[in-house]
């Protein structure tokens, strides 16, 4: 990621930034999908990479057919006001970053080892020392680190991380030894502690408005499904249950982060209770086979490249052997930001903390 300019519009670029994070953009929600924060920092794992992997040595990207075949135009923050979609930090460039950064990488977890039998990835401590990168490069732009932190505060940051933790590490004993080594109460607990210490790396870099994201049910993912069988439940109940392990402690460590970390707002986005009840409702009859033609090699579970894809998509839950489809995503996002049920977000949903 680069930033470089020469004198010429230094100056003139400098004032740019200047205008940014003035404050101009941070104006009352008055218009309908009118822009509610000024800048948006994402970091995650394949839920929200957008372009990360695209260059890394890796089997964890998605820069081919059938991916994409119904997004022309990259993801959006559509609810928070965003028309145009978040640059990964592998190609964001100069004033750009003033909307934000995504950081996300697919097989990234909360441990720097999660992930590493598919390749390289950009572990939760890879994408904290890359937003330190950028933060860098603003208060270069803006010629003041006290500025660019009060900027840095009126902005929201997604966090979704944990699922590699458990898919690509604690579930895959062959490659990783953590579950011969802890029981999944230990495991949740060390996830959790190193966690808590990385959103703090993340306070102290300048964020205050945080919405971290729970992982959602693993055991009801086809590739998991096939790997470890079901024995005639709908999911496979033992990876269930040693995930909830994971997410029982996250709202206790939102508590803790907001009790303990002055002006600090974090939330907790709850991707169980948010979970659809009812699919049929919403035009979903298939919830367990993959829409799209899976690969057979490493990264089993992503969608073969070049491979076809079902014709009746949004009658699928799943696209590929991970990943839900666009309707399931839609229904997680519009209950993010407006919490349909109580237990959808904690304390409050992102629509509230954008008003902050």
């Not at 970091?43 to 089997?59: E, H, I, K, V, Y």
């Not at 680190?145 to 900027?151: F, H, P, S």
């Not at 519009?334 to 008003?355: N, V």
Request: net charge negative; glycine share 8%; hydrophobic share 35%.
């Amino acid at each position: 990621m680069t930033s470089t300019c020469n004198c010429e519009v230094h100056v003139r670029r400098q004032q740019e930034c200047l205008r940014l994070a003035s404050g101009n953009m941070l104006k009352p929600l008055l218009v309908k999908g009118e822009q509610q924060v000024p800048c948006l920092f994402i970091m995650g794992d394949s839920t929200f990479d957008n372009g990360n992997n695209n260059n890394l040595l890796t089997a964890a990207k998605a820069n081919y057919p059938p991916y994409g075949i119904d997004f022309p135009d990259g993801p959006t923050a559509e609810l928070l006001g965003f028309h145009k979609y978040i640059e990964p930090f592998a190609t964001v460039k100069g004033v750009d970053m003033f909307r934000g950064v995504n950081y996300a990488s697919g097989a990234a977890g909360i441990l720097d080892e999660s992930g590493i039998h598919v390749g390289d990835r950009i572990s939760l401590n890879r994408q904290l020392r890359n937003h330190k990168v950028t933060i860098s490069h603003m208060s270069t732009l803006l010629g003041n680190k006290t500025l660019t932190k009060e900027y840095l505060s009126k902005c929201i940051y997604i966090v979704e991380m944990g699922n590699n933790d458990y898919i690509n590490n604690y579930l895959l004993p062959q490659f990783y030894p953590s579950s011969h080594l802890y029981k999944p109460e230990q495991y949740a607990t060390i996830l959790i502690q190193q966690y808590s210490k990385q959103l703090k790396t993340l306070y102290h870099y300048g964020a205050r408005k945080v919405v971290v994201f729970g992982i959602g049910g693993i055991g009801c993912v086809p590739t998991e499904m096939d790997l470890y069988g079901t024995e005639d439940s709908v999911c496979v109940n033992s990876i269930d249950s040693a995930v909830k392990k994971f997410s029982d402690k996250l709202k206790p460590m939102i508590d803790d982060l907001n009790s303990n970390l002055p002006n600090a707002n974090f939330i907790y986005i709850n991707s169980t209770s948010i979970a659809i009840r009812d699919p049929p409702s919403i035009g979903i009859t298939n919830l367990h086979e993959p829409c799209c033609e899976i690969s057979g090699t490493i990264g089993a579970g992503q969608c073969k490249h070049g491979g076809g894809a079902c014709s009746d998509r949004t009658a699928h839950y799943f696209w590929d052997g991970f990943h839900p489809s666009e309707a399931p995503n839609k229904v997680c996002a519009e209950r993010a930001y407006t919490a349909l049920l109580s237990t959808d977000a904690y304390p409050f949903d992102i629509s509230q903390l954008a008003l902050l």
